[in-house]
């Protein structure tokens, strides 16, 4: 009966920690593209609908940019080495230029 409890405790807690690291790979980066978004449309004037899909790619194309532009610094996340603050300004990079494409195509139709 003891060893069934401890059994099923440590089930418990790999499944928690299975949902809590989902959580950081999946949360963080849609919270980053959108949270870029909102910047890059309040700099541009013009909305883009990514949709959740398209928030996750500007996100990790924004954490490349942003390392390679501003470097590995300011708070990470432990589990996967992404530097939230170079991965956000590195995000707003991208959305803007996606925007400032998606203008210049709808200017020449």
Same mark, same amino acid.
């Given at each position: 009966?003891?060893?069934?409890?401890?059994?099923?405790?440590?089930?418990?807690?790999?499944?928690?920690?299975?949902?809590?690291?989902?959580?950081?790979?999946?949360?963080?980066?849609? @919270?980053?593209?959108?949270?870029?978004?909102?910047?890059?449309?309040? @700099?541009?004037?013009?909305?883009?609908?990514?949709?959740?899909?398209?928030? @996750?790619?500007?996100?990790?194309?924004?954490?490349?940019?942003?390392?390679?532009?501003?470097?590995?610094?300011?708070?990470?996340?432990?589990?996967?080495?992404?530097?939230?603050?170079?991965?956000?300004?590195?995000?707003?990079?991208?959305?803007?230029? @996606?925007?400032?494409?998606?203008?210049?195509?709808?200017?020449?139709?």
């Amino acid at each position: 009966m003891i060893i069934a409890t401890f059994v099923g405790g440590l089930i418990a807690l790999l499944v928690l920690a299975v949902i809590v690291t989902l959580a950081l790979y999946i949360l963080v980066p849609l @919270l980053v593209g959108r949270g870029a978004n909102a910047i890059g449309e309040r @700099l541009t004037g013009q909305a883009l609908n990514l949709g959740c899909f398209g928030y @996750l790619l500007v996100a990790v194309a924004g954490a490349v940019v942003g390392h390679y532009i501003f470097g590995a610094w300011g708070p990470e996340i432990p589990a996967g080495g992404l530097h939230i603050v170079p991965a956000f300004l590195g995000s707003v990079l991208v959305v803007i230029v @996606l925007q400032l494409l998606a203008s210049n195509r709808r200017r020449q139709y």
